[in-house]
């Protein structure tokens, strides 16, 4: 079983910049490919951001690339994602979730284990 917790959201204007993190406890990161999706009020979820096990290959939608990193420490068991340049269009609850495969994926669907989110708000 893996348990996903997530941290680091908060109240921030546009043009701010905010770290998530997502930390695991009961299995290694490891050999898990891991993602970052956010749903805003009334919205479906959506896939932001996705790093591979591994050689750690990283996917981003669209929407956030340029703007959005992320990255993972395996010995800390540990994903992040840093997010520059903040816009109101970013604001929702933001997850971590986490397959037993190597690559990643963007559908809700493909991802096993899921944090309870953390709340990432930005004023224009």
């Known amino acids: 079983q893996v348990q996903l917790v997530e941290s680091g959201g908060g109240l921030v204007q546009a043009g701010d910049s905010l770290r998530l993190s997502c930390a695991t406890s009961?299995?290694?990161?490891?050999?898990?490919?891991v993602g970052w999706f956010r749903q805003a009020p009334g919205k479906e979820r959506e896939f932001v951001a996705g790093?591979?096990?591994?050689?750690?290959?990283?996917s981003y939608a669209d929407s956030v690339k340029g703007r959005f990193t992320i990255s993972r420490d395996n010995a800390k068991n540990t994903v992040f994602l840093q997010m520059n340049s903040l816009k109101p269009e970013d604001t929702g609850v933001y997850y971590c979730?986490?397959?037993?495969?190597?690559?990643?994926?963007?559908?809700?669907?493909?991802?096993?284990?899921w944090g309870q989110g953390t709340q990432v708000t930005v004023s224009s």
């Open positions: 790093i591979s096990w591994g050689e750690g290959r990283t």
């Open positions: 979730a986490a397959r037993p495969f190597s690559d990643v994926r963007v559908g809700v669907r493909e991802y096993n284990y």
């Open positions: 009961g299995r290694t990161f490891s050999f898990y490919a």
